[in-house]
């Protein structure tokens, strides 16, 4: 009897932890939204944020969110993709190999205010650039690639092995089956993680604060030359991130609102990656099934 | 190691015991012996396709096959039979430098086709391949359309224009007996054809780059006796072009369909001899005991 | 040797098409080799850089480590009549244990208890619900969870608990639950590594339920959960700009809980900004920055251990 009243006891423990963890979940999503979602407007979302009076914007940032985001991916997923081919299936199982492998793991593991250190000292300081918004891609990179190694590699190992051998066969060389066969067959994979590692990239603070800065240079939303000083669109202008803007205006804010721009941009920034993981979801699923397709 | 010494001692009947459990023993030994008179012994020396002069294969400290001496003949079909793990199919993938892709494996000695011996490591593997042609157990398709699937490799090996690619492609289905059956849905999904259409769209794509052997590893082992009827219906007409090499598990099939076959044992070669001859008076006593189903 | 005349004369091969695919697939094999090394490049270059920095602290500027470590003022504006700027981190290395160790040990039973939860007790429809509870607690960014620590934590601290709210307290609850996900996604991992047979064999035997996680899961999944836990703390360890939200990055050694501190992520998030590359402030920092790589390096091999060892004793 003893034993069985133990275990309701111990099984009761359980499904109160589980239900703690999804209190904690719907609490913080909750408090956010309700703290943030009334704040959230068109005009929040592209004016220019004020100076000393309340009813200031985010456009910049959210500008910039997206601009640093687009050239995160830009570098990040051809390199991911590249190191991901190479450790699935041109590396051995030599020193080298293992070596690149520890090193995958310390820089996944680092944490991002190292990264952003590191960012600070070469893409800010050696380069002579200052923050910029180049600078802050870079460090995000850097972040980001074991992520994206890791799941590329995954996905290029799950493809099954007759697929890779019926092209070899064919006398098709290794590149091409890599770039041909594999390669397609593990872009639902590969999406996913591309998106995960999105996520990841957008709401990231630490790594951009002393990279891509923490004042948005005067930007002009009409000139859209990426050489020009002025337009959005330069890479080598300093640009605070949404994230960033956050931490600022909640820890030395001087708008006497800073407490709603930071309640709505951190419900923006919820909702954003929240979408990004419902999209990595139905996107590998939907990816999955086009390629499957209905074989019998 | 019981199944070995039965092996050895076992007497030689002149009946195998597995005619009586055909269904249409009659028919098939009338055919056997009808065949008999087609297939001579040996050959002149210019109907040789391939052949193969003490080829040992090790993963790593395993001896997977002990100094096989095989020629095959052009235009014929030969079997190679034996229990599972005996290295029939290591043999196979040996034919076509296949095993070059498993990092232990290692494989010495000749393998001549037109004379010219391909296990020389300067050899041009693609070529090779280009010329004997695989196909693998389970039917694997490219995640490809079906014209996609068959056009890859001659893209590969350098036919760029649209017209030649569509004859190709044409060709090659007509010869593996799908033309009809696909020829209204060429760019719809391979994945969506059934398992026995897939297998010959498999032989399709690799008789689309003009071998002039083509190995089929069981190709029928994992279909319904429909669809396996027409692989063996269309291997029959295949060797009017082409050299045909086959491992099967299934010695009614080898029996039915084959000119020659070769029997193997714990990697060596038990006994090779025309088809009628190896299943009614074989030479050695574990051929009998094998075809006979007393071990296997 | 001739070739067969079956061979359809487009089929033959054209050599210089063949150059050109050997040269592509060289081509390709360069690219993911220079991918490869960008990124060992970039681990080299971060530990190159941050141990030249950091050690610059002690080689030139000639201040003593153990002064460093140990000493618990800091004050960098302190005249020369007193002394002159005055570098002690230890309060700083104190409040980065102190959170990280209550925040593991916050985290680890609920993030344990709840990966028991989705594969012991409600294996089907348990997982489901909180797989992506899980997921979406990874994916929630860090100044968010900040921000939530900021405007909700610590005035309930303030006006139910004590203190001025900003506290060691709020940042070990803010961690806690920024490792939970952490930690509950890698136990799940582990407990799903638990072969059947042995659950079966222990149910065959009328162990009940409790019993069989009790003497059987927990203990052949113990490596794992470590693993987890550790991973959790690199985390924690390494978190920034949520603890420095929250700790009231105060200078001075904390004695309570309850008291406003700082962590060696904090100080160097409030002050990498404002201090001139080359000084002896500045070059403090990259002290504590080599600091925190090392603890994380630590915490990687302290992992790889584990695992080798769990790959021997199995």
Redesign the interface.
Known sequence: MNAKIADRIATAVFVLIALLLVFILVGLVGYLMWRGLPHISWHFLTSPPAFSEAGGGIGPQLFNSIYVLFLTMLLTVPIGVGGGIFLAEYAGDGWLTRFLRSAIEVLSSLPSIVVGLFGLLVFVQYTGWGYTILGGALALMLFNLPLMVRTSEEAIRSVPRDQKEASLALGVSHWRTITSVLLPSALPGIVTGAILTAGRAFGEAAALMFTAGMSSSRVDFTDWNPFSPLSPLNPMRSGETLAVNIWKVSSEGLVPDAREIAAGASALLVIVVLVFNLLARFLSRWLYKKMTASSS | MDCVSEVLSGEATHQPRWFGSLGAPQALQERLAERAQDVPAVKAETDVAIETRDLHVYYGKNHALKGINITFY?NEITALIGPSGCGKSTYLRSL?R?ND?I?TAKTTGHILL???DLNRPDI???????RV??V?Q?P?????SIYENIA???R????KKKS?LDD?VEEALRRAALWDEVKDRLHE?A?????GQ?QRL?IA??LA??P?VLLLDEPAAALDPISTAKIEELLLDLKK??TVIIVTHNMQQAARISDRTAFFYEGELIEYNPTHKLFTNPDKQATEDYVSGRFG | MSLPATRSPELKTNPSHMKFEKLRGTFGYSLTILSVFIILLAVISIYIFVFSKGLSTFFVDKLHLWDFLSGTEWNPTRSEEAGGPVFGVFAFIYGSFVVTFLAAAIAAPIGIGSAIFMTEIAPKWGRKLLQPVVELLVGIPSVVYGFTGLTLLVPFIREHIGGLGFSLLAGVIVLSIMILPTITSISVDTLLTVSPEIKAGSYALGATRWQTIWRLIMRASAPGFVTAVIFGMARAFGEALAVQMVIGNSKRMPTSLLDPGSTITSVITMNMGNTVPGTLENNVLWSLALILLLMSTVFIFAVRLIGQRGRLMS
């Open positions: 052009k076509n296949m892709t990092p037109n004379g010219e041009d593997v693609w070529a090779l391949r280009k042609g695989m693998f389970r694997n398709p490219f995640n490809k890859f490799a001659p590969f090996h350098g036919i030649t190709v999904s994945f969506a054809l059934s398992g897939q498999c794509r690799a780059i003009e002039d072009r082409y």
